[in-house]
């Protein structure tokens, strides 16, 4: 199981005849995540809008619609104006899971979102609280086959990576552990090291490092991960998924994709990734630089979404 979670920028097309305008960008621009504040997504969005407000010249916005593993927030995206103000910071799970796991879900990636750049992925990290007498993945799938259904994950919401792979590894090694889900990762990770209803989780390995970094430094928690300078995360005698998160979209209109007023959002996006300064802040947040540019990204979700519709079937899962 090797996959990396996909972080990227997502918004709006603009429609191509559009009468005349001020200069784009004349007034703040929004990112808006799917998810709670304190989640991987959201220090990743940080970072970019830190460096994209600058090279725009105009505020950029961090906005929060959480719910349904990011289908709130990328709902929103989708009916929002077309003028490139809104953008959607988007990850593996809102993007090319969803489509496979809700029967009902309310956009269409490739049809209401213009790809802007894939920024980043991220490997994947698996935690468990201390209290759980397991050291290795081994150990862990040996507990669970002897207590069935006694052990709970936490995830970060139906549907999403953290939802998803675990419900993979459990197929894989023919294991039941309870699924408990959260709104977000954040609360996820606070709940877990603070001894609540999950015995483990995983999810994002930088801030599943961090976490379980900082609550092993103060004896409340083991960490089953292993991290090396390079940002990669590897579990302990174990393997893990590396699925793209990353992800800067915007919404489509009727001009199909065309770049129109939001252009300079599509043209700031590499100049910033490409600086050192925020490639090893990424690094530091155990993020991989990926960048990928429109095409190339729209190329990459379309490959991807059949990888990962198997996936789901393959596991079982489905919600409405």
Request: charged content about 20%.
């Amino acid at each position: 199981m090797h996959r990396r979670t996909l972080l990227g920028l997502l918004a709006a097309t603009l429609v191509v005849s559009a009468p005349a305008h001020a200069a784009f960008p004349d007034r703040p621009v929004k990112i808006l995540i799917g998810f709670p504040a304190g989640g991987p997504l959201d220090a990743h969005a940080r970072l970019l809008a830190e460096r994209l407000q600058q090279v725009l010249g105009q505020p950029v916005v961090i906005d929060y619609k959480a719910g349904a593993g990011g289908t709130v927030g990328a709902d929103f995206v989708a009916k929002s104006a077309p003028d490139g103000y809104t953008l959607l910071m988007a990850n593996t799970g809102t993007m090319v899971i969803n489509p496979a796991v809700y029967t009902k879900l309310p956009y269409q990636t490739l049809k209401d979102f213009v790809p802007i750049a894939r920024t980043a992925q991220q490997p994947l990290a698996l935690v468990v609280h201390p209290s759980l007498p397991a050291t290795t993945v081994q150990e862990l799938v040996a507990l669970a086959k002897k207590k069935p259904g006694q052990l709970n994950y936490g995830s970060a919401g139906n549907g999403g990576i953290s939802h998803l792979v675990p419900e993979m590894f459990k197929s894989a090694t023919g294991t039941f552990i309870t699924h408990i889900p959260y709104r977000g990762s954040a609360p996820a990770f606070t709940d877990l090291l603070a001894g609540g209803a999950a015995d483990g989780r995983i999810d994002s390995a930088g801030l599943a490092v961090r976490q379980a970094g900082q609550a092993a430094r103060a004896g409340r928690h083991r960490p089953r991960a292993q991290c090396r300078p390079s940002g990669h995360t590897h579990l302990r005698r174990g393997r893990h998924r590396r699925p793209g998160r990353g992800r800067l979209l915007r919404r489509a209109g009727a001009g199909g994709h065309s770049e129109g007023r939001g252009g300079p959002a599509l043209r700031c996006v590499p100049p910033v990734l490409e600086t050192p300064e925020i490639r090893n802040r990424m690094a530091a947040q155990g993020a991989d630089p990926a960048f990928l540019g429109s095409e190339e990204f729209t190329r990459y979700l379309a490959a991807q979404m059949p990888v990962w519709a198997k996936a789901v079937k393959d596991s079982g899962t489905k919600l409405d």
